[in-house]
């Protein structure tokens, strides 16, 4: 028989955003239940955000004493990537433990049920055979999984998603990269670092293909000098695994066929939205969707909020939970400010780091904007020039010609994700370009540069 109880709010999924949403509306004095499956928090700190960013903060390290040579002297380093896999465990994910979380929610109020929730109508959710009615509604925010794509063998393999990969505890001899965007790519360089032998096999014509086509250069350079292997415009057509090695056949882009031989392949070819399971059907939406559509106030529905992954407006933390923010605001019945998505940040954290707000140059042109463009390369200013060896990058502005302020802007560099943060102010405040031109920029720093990228906009 089925238990019902009455709350206020129920949040499905506990990721980033969810986490936070539960938290400020029982600290609101609403009766909230929490609902997570998996681990509280979701896939940013276990799999995801936090423990990556360790392992490439450990990679760099180690890229760094090989630039000493043309520094500084000499240096040796010795990689042993048990130092980093036991950060990982013990520093960042509690051994992927999540009592921590659960006490934290819990003592902020909210009521959390470990399993899987399905909507059974709106405002109704049922979990472990109990049914929770909530007075206000239900906000959604299952996020997404590792997807594997529908490649012969693959799925009869032990391949890793980054799931795997966050937990390993040594790095593969060997490995094969299947996919090229920020996450294959920035697994494939920290994996190299530690002295994997990689191969990043990439569909589109280029390694980080949703940036900027000069920000793939730079990356692309970079893992040259790594001495990653990169097939771009390649396609995996069959994947076989015999006495513990992995072959990958690939066509690549001249359409030879080639087989890649690795002790390890990590799948990173997109993500699957949480949604085909939760009971989408039950309040007039297709649990085929790939995403949940929502208004500027984060609703997707009668008595339902989504935020997060789930949404399609960036697979980010900072998305998740500046989404959860404007869910908070109106559940609570505050005022807006209510979504807007024109500068939204992102930074791929390779070596050098991919900073990117707002549109690219192609994105800006076919949503119709004049477009007037300005780049200047890193290693022109004098920041650049004075770093040496990992100094590689390039500032990329792009401006919407007649409103006379920048939509978009890419910044690559050594410190690419922090010079972003001035870009993306002008563009979220959308600064008149003049105004952006007329301030006086810090010397020799790496964010001089933007300075030359306005400059090039008059070509
Ligand atoms: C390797 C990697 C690196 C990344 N690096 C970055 C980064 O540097 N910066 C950044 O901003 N983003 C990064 N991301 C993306 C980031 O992890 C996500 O955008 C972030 O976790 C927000 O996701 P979310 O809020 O949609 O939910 P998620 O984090 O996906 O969590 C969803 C939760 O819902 C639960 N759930 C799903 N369905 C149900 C159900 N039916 N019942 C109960 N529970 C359910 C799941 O168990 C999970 O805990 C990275 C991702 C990966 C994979």
Same mark, same amino acid.
Request: with cysteine; net charge negative.
């Given at each position: ?17 969810? %986490? ?6 029982? =600290? ?24 990556? /960013? ?5 990679? @760099? ?17 010795? !990689? ?36 899987? #929730?399905?909507?059974?109508? !709106? ?9 929770? $009615? ?6 959604? @925010?299952? #996020? ?5 794509? !529908? ?10 998603? @980054? ?15 299947? =996919? ?21 096999? %990439? ?26 292997? $990169?097939?771009?415009? +390649?396609?995996?057509?069959?994947? %076989?695994?015999?006495? =513990? ?8 882009? %001249? ?12 799948? +990173?070819?997109?993500?699957?939205? @949480? ?11 297709? &649990? ?14 009668? /008595?339902? *909020? ?30 807006? &400010? ?25 994105? +800006?042109?076919?949503?119709? $904007? ?14 650049? *020039? ?9 500032? /990329? ?16 560099? &050594? ?45």
């Amino acid at each position: 028989m089925t238990d019902t109880q009455q709350v206020d709010l129920v949040v499905l999924g506990l990721g980033p955003g969810g %986490e936070s949403v539960a938290t400020e509306a029982a =600290g609101a004095g609403m009766r909230v239940v929490g609902i997570d499956e998996r681990l509280v928090g979701g896939e940013c700190p276990y799999y995801g955000c936090v423990p990556s /960013k360790m392992m490439i903060r450990a990679a @760099n390290s180690l890229a760094e004493t090989r630039r000493v040579d043309g520094l500084a002297g000499t240096a040796e380093a010795s !990689p042993a990537f048990d130092v980093v896999a036991r950060r990982i465990r013990d520093e960042a994910t509690d051994d992927w433990d999540d009592t921590v979380a659960v006490e934290r929610l819990e003592k902020a109020g909210v009521r959390f049920v470990r399993g899987h #929730g399905r909507l059974v109508g !709106p405002g109704v959710v049922e979990v472990g055979g109990t049914r929770y $009615v909530a007075s206000v509604g239900v906000v959604l @925010n299952t #996020g997404t999984a590792p997807a594997a794509p !529908p490649v012969d063998g693959l799925a009869d393999t032990p391949f890793w998603t @980054n799931r795997e990969a966050m937990q390993a505890t040594t790095a593969p001899a060997s490995l094969v990269v299947m =996919g090229g965007g920020a996450i294959g790519a920035e697994l494939a360089q920290a994996f190299a670092r530690f002295g994997s032998r990689v191969s990043v096999v %990439e569909m589109a014509p280029r390694l980080l293909a949703l940036e900027e086509p000069e920000a793939s250069e730079v990356v692309a350079r970079s893992f040259a000098t790594d001495g990653i292997q $990169v097939l771009v415009g +390649a396609t995996v057509g069959a994947v %076989e695994h015999a006495d =513990g090695r992995f072959a990958v056949s690939v066509t690549d882009a %001249e359409g030879t066929d080639i087989t890649l031989d690795a002790d390890r392949l990590l799948v +990173a070819a997109g993500r699957r939205p @949480n949604l085909s399971d939760i009971g989408l059907d039950t309040v007039g939406l297709d &649990p085929a969707a790939r995403t949940v559509e929502t208004d500027e106030r984060m609703r997707a529905g009668e /008595k339902l *909020w989504a935020i997060g992954d789930i949404t399609g407006e960036g697979a980010f933390t900072h998305m998740s939970m500046y989404q959860a923010g404007i869910a908070v605001r109106d559940l609570t019945g505050a005022d807006g &400010p209510w979504a807007s998505y024109h500068a939204v940040p992102r930074v791929t954290y390779t070596d050098p780091e991919v900073g990117a707000v707002g549109l690219t140059e192609e994105q +800006a042109r076919d949503a119709g $904007v004049d477009v007037r463009t300005g780049s200047t390369p890193l290693g022109s200013s004098s920041r650049g *020039w004075i770093h040496g060896p990992g100094g590689d990058g390039v500032i /990329k502005v792009v401006e919407d010609r007649a409103a006379g302020h920048l939509v978009g802007a890419t910044s690559v560099g &050594p410190a690419g994700g922090e010079v972003l943060s001035m870009l993306a102010t002008a563009v979220h405040a959308r600064v008149p370009t003049m105004v952006l031109r007329e301030q006086v920029l810090a010397y020799p720093t790496f964010h001089r540069a933007v300075s030359s990228a306005l400059a090039d906009l008059d070509g």
